[in-house]
């Protein structure tokens, strides 16, 4: 006999009542099984920083920046170029590949972008930091006084090869060529000193641990003469990119011409020395220095040829000391920095402090191929990097952006700042227009750390606070 169909119904909803009660008591174990699990991993597990590693930047240094990148994160000029070709090609590196990596060199090469390298360091009092400058305080106002008196006008511009694209380009237009668009501004002055980047010879051997060599032809020199510069730093990392018997030709071929030269010569006496020059009545001393060099060799010592190094900066000091006995004026140019970096670092900051200390009136550096900012420091100036002036036209186009250097100093080794605005065209270096010399400007006032205001007339003041 057979229940009632009521009943059948009734038991069939308690069955299945009961199967959903037993279902929501597992899923609610197994809520709190995870809520426990959560809350125990989160008290004892925990870092702090999710769990997540370091990123890469805590444990090891960047490598140089992918000009690639470097072009993207600036904005572009407004100036149209003036360069015969339209398509901007790679910038040579300044330094050679890892000596792993070192392969024959060509006499004329390509000019691909090489990450930054330097040679191994002597003992160095000079910090390693790198990190962000500090401002010092010392009371005293850079600038050039209104009773000054006599004084003397300087100009200084960034570095100059005849090499690649740029020595391709003049052989068919001509030296004068670089020097067309200035207006004669070199001959207006008192001294215009330039970074001479390529050593002048037609022998030589290329330097074998080098990925990127220039050569320049002597004929390059009568044009610079003719313009108006009246000296050349050497202390730089392409003088002996022909070794040893490039720069002997070098030097007999800018004292052929009656060009003076600084941070290089036949023994360490010669590139440490001051050069002199009488004008208005005011003596000054030039100097140059650099702290990049491919190999340690390239260092000159007594009776071996080479530059003038400050990767120990105490003959340097040195020098400068006994220039400032001689001379009103001492001016130190000096080769320093990362490639492409707009920012000067603490171990620029460091030595251009130790110069001014030793006795500098003023400090012009170059090597970054872009423009660097400028520090007033115990009321002298610091100019950190002049950029590129003749040279080739690179991917990296905060390169494209120069400027001439131009100071008025006192017998008593006071001096104003003022920059001119430049675009650094394909081997020739052309004035800016008004709207593109004002953003140059104002970029410039930016990378000088708050301590300086740039007037619309390139004019330089220190922020009193």
């Known amino acids: 006999m057979y229940p009632p169909r009521s009943r059948t119904r009734k038991n069939n909803r308690q069955s299945r009542k009961?199967?959903?009660?037993?279902?929501?008591?597992w899923i609610n174990v197994s809520l709190l099984l995870m809520i426990t699990a959560l809350l125990t991993y989160s008290f004892m597990g925990g870092d702090g920083k999710d769990g997540q590693p370091p990123p890469a930047a805590e444990v090891a240094s960047s490598?140089?920046?992918?000009?690639?990148?470097?072009?993207?994160?600036?904005?572009?000029?407004?100036?149209?170029?003036l360069a015969p070709e339209a398509t901007p090609e790679p910038e040579?590196?300044?330094?050679?590949?890892?000596?792993?990596?070192?392969?024959?060199?060509?006499?004329?090469?390509?000019?691909?972008?090489?990450?930054?390298?330097?040679?191994?360091?002597?003992?160095?009092?000079d910090p390693g930091d790198t990190g962000t400058p500090q401002a010092a305080d010392s009371g005293l106002i850079s600038g050039l006084p209104e009773n000054a008196g006599t004084t003397v006008k300087l100009n200084f511009a960034g570095d100059v090869i005849f090499s690649g694209k740029a020595g391709q380009l003049l052989k068919q237009k001509g030296y004068d060529y670089s020097y067309a668009a200035l207006d004669g501004i070199f001959k207006k002055d008192d001294l215009t000193v330039l970074n001479l980047e390529t050593p002048i010879t037609t022998g030589g051997v290329g330097a074998a641990n080098k990925q990127f060599v220039f050569k320049g032809e002597p004929k390059a020199l009568d044009s610079m003469k003719a313009t108006g510069v009246d000296a050349v730093n050497l202390a730089n990392n392409h003088t002996l990119d022909q070794g040893e018997e490039g720069l002997l030709d070098t030097l007999e071929h800018l004292n052929k011409r009656g060009i003076p030269y600084v941070g290089g010569g036949a023994d360490a006496a010669e590139a440490y020395s001051a050069k002199y020059f009488e004008r208005n009545g005011i003596r000054i001393a030039l100097l140059g220095?650099?702290?990049?060099?491919?190999?340690?060799?390239?260092?000159?010592e007594a009776g071996k040829p080479g530059v003038a190094s400050v990767y120990d900066s105490a003959e340097a000091l040195k020098a400068v000391t006994a220039a400032k006995k001689k001379a009103d004026l001492v001016v130190v140019v000096v080769h320093w920095g990362k490639e492409r970096m707009e920012q000067y670092d603490s171990v620029q900051q460091s030595l251009g402090h130790s110069f001014i200390d030793a006795g500098a009136d003023l400090v012009i550096g170059g090597h970054p191929h872009v423009l660097q900012g400028i520090e007033p420091y115990k009321g002298k100036w610091i100019a950190y990097s002049t950029g590129n002036f003749i040279f080739t036209r690179s991917q990296t186009r905060a390169t494209w952006d120069t400027a001439v250097f131009q100071a008025e100093c006192s017998v008593e080794g006071q001096c104003s700042m003022k920059l001119k605005p430049m675009n650094a065209e394909l081997a020739q270096p052309v004035p800016m227009n008004e709207v593109d010399g004002q953003l140059l400007l104002h970029k410039v006032e930016s990378l000088s750390s708050g301590l300086v205001k740039i007037g619309s007339d390139g004019s330089v003041v220190q922020v009193v606070k």
């Open 63 to 81: 490598p140089s920046p992918d000009p690639g990148e470097a072009a993207a994160s600036v904005p572009p000029t407004l100036t149209p170029s």
């Open 18 to 25: 009961r199967r959903r009660r037993t279902a929501w008591a």
């Open 289 to 300: 220095f650099t702290r990049v060099m491919p190999v340690m060799e390239w260092k000159a």
């Open 92 to 125: 040579p590196s300044n330094s050679p590949s890892p000596a792993a990596e070192i392969t024959p060199v060509p006499t004329e090469p390509d000019h691909t972008l090489a990450p930054e390298e330097s040679a191994v360091p002597e003992k160095t009092d």
